[in-house]
């Protein structure tokens, strides 16, 4: 039997994520709350701000922004510059704007870090997946696409990126979207807003407080029943990111597939991780971050953000066990809920 998440039932849970979010503001400030469908998934920005007309314009510029990100980095639109690359792997290099090198960089930094969890080359396998169909990929497509994943072979030259193999695709779906988040962050501060927060389908970013005496409180989804917390914390300054094997899936067989891939195997990461958040300065690192320690582990995962300065995370098992990075209690006003109630795989 076979069991996906429809789009209306994909768009339902990123609505209750949003509900879930917690973030009221002083009664005698002035919030606005906009959201639009970017990069995949729904975009809110609320901003604390009595100028209306100014919070009105800058909520609109860093919408903006991320739409002109997402034109450079989707996979989905056929003129983006990653799209580009992936049609002139082996045989070109191709010419792109700092913010695409600038991601690139970065996850080729990360992809070193946890010694290829994250590959942003995964692309070759994940294009063979089919989450909304529920379909399975035969095994020698996946067997093939495997070979063409190593960020190693990503060569850059100056602006110029260069896939050294025919067949080679990159998918920046791990990092873009939080990338975008830090730059629509920007953007706001840049026009004279102080107190925001971006959510961006569970990548989120706060600046300010939500009042004037009141850092911003988010709670985490639970990984199995959308409508409940996992945990509570607040934040200021911050970015969240979480990666959960719930966000696209199907069953089949009794086997659950979901759509954060090993690079080693081509198949999802069978690595005992149910969810993982992390906590860090910018969302593009707990962006990919989220992606490479679920792909590790709850025991190489937890090493792994125990190494890096500034780093917290926590991560849920498939048994239903929390993990938590050294210094994830003293996040303020943390709070693990009970959450093991009908834990279902």
Same mark, same amino acid.
């Given at each position: ?23 009221? #503001? ?96 995964? /692309? ?42 025919? /067949? ?39 600046? /300010?407080?939500? #009042? ?6 988010? /709670? ?69 971050? #989220? ?55």
């Amino acid at each position: 039997m076979n069991e996906t998440p429809s789009p209306v039932k994909y768009f339902l849970h990123i609505l209750t994520y949003c509900l879930l979010f917690t973030a009221c #503001s002083d009664p005698n400030s002035s919030r606005h709350r906009r959201s639009q469908f970017l990069m995949g998934t729904l975009v809110e920005i609320s901003v604390i701000e009595k100028n209306e007309e100014l919070a009105i314009e800058a909520v609109q510029k860093a919408f903006q922004e991320i739409r002109r990100l997402e034109n450079q980095m989707s996979i989905q639109i056929p003129t983006s510059e990653i799209s580009k690359i992936n049609q002139a792997a082996g045989e070109f290099p191709v010419p792109v704007a700092k913010e695409l090198l600038e991601v690139i960089q970065r996850s080729l930094f990360w992809s070193e870090k946890t010694a290829g969890a994250f590959d942003i080359t995964i /692309g070759a396998a994940q294009k063979l997946w089919d989450f909304d169909a529920s379909s399975l990929p035969a095994e020698i497509p996946i067997a093939e696409a495997i070979k063409k994943i190593d960020f190693r072979k990503i060569q850059i030259e100056g602006q110029n990126i260069f896939l050294s193999e025919k /067949g080679m695709r990159l998918n920046l779906g791990a990092i873009a979207k939080g990338y975008a988040v830090d730059s629509a962050i920007n953007i706001l501060k840049k026009n004279k807003i102080q107190n925001a927060l971006i959510n961006a389908g569970g990548d989120l970013k706060s600046i /300010g407080k939500r #009042s004037d005496q009141l850092n911003w409180k988010i /709670g985490l989804q639970h990984p199995r029943k959308p409508e409940s917390l996992l945990a509570s914390l607040s934040i200021s300054e911050k970015a969240v990111a979480t990666s959960g094997d719930y966000q696209k899936y199907f069953k089949q067989n009794g086997m659950r597939y979901h759509h954060i891939l090993d690079p080693k195997t081509g198949y999802p990461a069978a690595s005992g991780a149910m969810s993982v958040t992390v906590i860090a300065e910018k969302v593009m690192d707990a962006d990919a971050l #989220s992606t490479a320690v679920f792909v590790l582990g709850p025991e190489k995962g937890i090493a792994l953000l125990n190494s890096l300065e500034g780093i917290e995370g926590l991560i849920v098992d498939t048994k239903g066990e929390v993990s938590l990075s050294k210094n994830m209690r003293s996040i303020e006003n943390f709070s693990l809920k009970t959450f093991k109630e009908n834990i279902r795989n």
